[in-house]
């Protein structure tokens, strides 16, 4: 057999397919394997460049595969999707991402660690106990609504109401039940919520770089360290406007000609990212334009000329690109450095 240059893996549950070039780009390896047979074949193979679709399971057989001593190359699917030919299957799929991987400007996905990815998941799932208790408060309002009972909007009043409808005897005994039991799931979900953002404030605490950008206003320890965890090689972009596209906070370009068409943001990369750094930045706006805070010079002559919103998405912008310079230097925030910029 011809030498192996690069391997490609498509995974899935239970099935992995292999797909390998030597140094002309011709196949010389098409291999379908078990999950019990997946590591038993790389460990009998001399160290090569092994690339795989970026997913949740790709990280960890990533750190698996550089055990072994290999290099392991993630590619997002998205950038692997053109290279896929028609009628797809497991097979075009490997080959998709082995032309991919050969390209010379093809980026990359760092493979996370485990410590990453348990960081990771402890952002998702305090998104996950919000979401529930969103949707729980609006089911308990909705319910209540029904039986002529209103509350004013916040989380604050959910439990006040559910307290009036305990006492409220024109209220079904049957209903009252079972807003007794939806009473029970909401503190349930407010007790988990409360340990998680202890463990999330902690984190936080604990990072030394996640403590410096919560420095840069419209940045908190929930923006901050959520730009930590998702961003772990800050080095993987050249620029701040590299690491602003990435996560989609820059317009998209539609030129010809000579003339430069700029429409709306590409809304590319993390889409939970993007959306906290925006109601960061919204947040940040809204201050100002009641006359709190101490907004920078830059952030007044914006409002002057633009609409709220989209000054809120290039505040985003701005914001990302400055974590971006102090994730990749080590620098700390210099607020009178943002105010000179007019």
């Known amino acids: 057999m011809r030498e192996i ?7 899935s549950k239970h099935i992995f397919v292999l797909h390998g070039v030597d140094a002309a780009e011709q196949p010389v390896l098409r291999k379908k394997l ?20 970026a997913c949740g399971a790709a990280h960890y057989w990533g750190r698996e595969l550089g055990k072994l001593g290999h290099e392991v ?5 998205q950038l692997v999707k053109p290279y896929v030919l028609r009628n797809k299957n497991d097979g075009r799929d490997a080959d998709g991402v082995c032309e991919a991987m050969g390209r010379p400007r093809m980026r990359f996905v760092p493979v996370k660690s485990a410590e990453q990815q348990a960081a990771l998941m402890l952002a998702g799932v305090r998104d996950g106990l919000i979401g529930r208790r969103t949707q729980l408060s609006n ?5 209540a609504a029904e039986f002529g009972l209103i509350a004013p909007k916040g989380l604050d009043k959910i439990e006040p109401l559910l307290a009036r409808i305990t006492q ?45 950008l919560a420095q840069i206003p419209s940045v908190g ?21 590299l690491f602003a596209a990435w996560l989609g906070l820059t317009p998209k370009d539609h030129s010809t000609a000579g003339k430069t068409r700029l429409g709306k943001i590409t ?10 750094l925006v109601a960061g930045a919204t947040a940040v706006i809204r201050q100002a334009r009641l006359g ?16 709220p919103k989209l000054a809120a998405v290039a505040l985003a912008n701005k914001v990302a690109r400055i974590a971006w310079k102090l994730m990749a230097t080590g620098e700390s925030y210099d607020a009178a450095r943002m105010n000179a910029v007019t």
């Open 267 to 276: 809304r590319a990369g993390d889409e939970t990212l993007r959306r906290l």
């Open 168 to 212: 409220d005897e024109s209220v079904p005994a049957m209903a009252r039940e079972l807003f007794a039991m939806q009473g029970r799931d909401y503190a349930q979900l407010q007790g988990e919520l409360k340990a998680v953002e202890a463990r999330l404030l902690a984190w936080h605490r604990a990072n030394a770089t996640s403590r410096r």
């Open 5 to 11: 240059i690069r391997i490609v893996m498509d995974t």
């Open 221 to 241: 320890p929930i923006i901050a360290t959520s730009l930590v965890m998702k961003t772990p090689d800050p080095h993987a972009f050249r620029s701040g406007r």
């Open 73 to 77: 190359k993630l590619i997002a699917p």
């Open 292 to 307: 709190r805070g101490h907004p920078s010079r830059w952030l007044v002559a914006l409002l002057r000329r633009k609409p």
């Open 34 to 53: 078990s999950r019990k047979q997946m590591l038993e074949f790389f460990a009998k193979l001399p160290p090569t460049v092994i690339g795989m679709e």
């Open 139 to 143: 089911a308990i309002r909705g319910y």
